[in-house]
């Protein structure tokens, strides 16, 4: 079965460093994956999809991922965080062609940025 | 430029009441999705409609709940008889086509409360 682990509840990261975001899948066929962040009592917003490619996917508002696939990982990054990204970070995995649009989600990682 | 409308944000029901939640789409899309939000949980599937059609229910319980999205108007998620553990934030998305890689843009959700 196809499934989704963010090992992390929740990351802290002082303003102006470095902020990864863990994500492994489990999937029998190609992924395509994909990351959401939610601000409180809001909907998700889409940050970035890898479909096929290049393994380093940049996205909104200077974050990135990058597939790996020996790892089975897809790990959100950003170089510099702001007091800003404080929210709830979604990974996501479709498994074509039987996943349909379905969208597979973790649990979530809360993110922490101190100023 | 509108995006995923929900309406209501905020519901409040009484156990064995109805609670009908409605989703429009964002201009030109003409796929919708539902999600459901437990406290403290990532995202579950539930249904996928196209135009008069349900394309993927597997998500939904199999009593009580049904959705629709008519040839005109919005998409309904329909719980009759809540009970206390349907209390979530039911989330809607949309994509403009059926692939698998298409972009999922949701809705800020309906959050349903039963008493």
């Known amino acids: 079965a196809q499934s989704v682990a963010q090992p992390e509840d929740q990351v802290n990261v002082a303003e102006g460093n470095p902020l990864t975001v863990k994500c492994t899948y489990s999937v029998s066929g190609n992924p395509y994956l994909f990351w959401y962040v939610q601000y409180p009592n809001r909907g998700l917003q889409f940050l970035l999809k890898y479909i096929t490619g290049d393994n380093l996917v940049k996205g909104s508002y200077g974050f990135e991922a990058e597939f790996n696939k020996s790892q089975t990982s897809f790990h959100l990054k950003k170089p510099s965080a702001l007091v800003s990204d404080s929210a709830l970070y979604f990974c996501a995995v479709i498994e074509p062609p039987g996943g349909y649009n379905k969208l597979i989600f973790g649990a979530g990682t809360r993110l922490a940025v101190h100023p | 430029n509108a995006g995923v409308m929900q309406n209501p944000r905020h519901l409040v029901r009484r156990r064995g009441q109805e609670a009908r939640l409605r989703c429009s789409p964002m201009k030109g899309h003409s796929h919708v999705y539902w999600y459901r939000q437990l406290p403290e949980e990532g995202l579950k599937f539930m249904v996928y409609l196209q135009k008069e059609n349900i394309i993927d229910e597997s998500g939904m319980p199999k009593e009580r709940f049904s959705a629709e999205f008519p040839k005109e108007g919005p998409s309904i998620l329909r719980i009759q008889q809540v009970v206390r553990g349907d209390s979530a934030a039911y989330f809607c998305?949309?994509?403009?086509?059926?692939?698998?890689?298409?972009?999922?843009?949701f809705g800020p959700g309906t959050r349903l409360l039963v008493l």
């Open positions: 998305a949309s994509s403009l086509d059926r692939g698998v890689e298409e972009t999922q843009y």
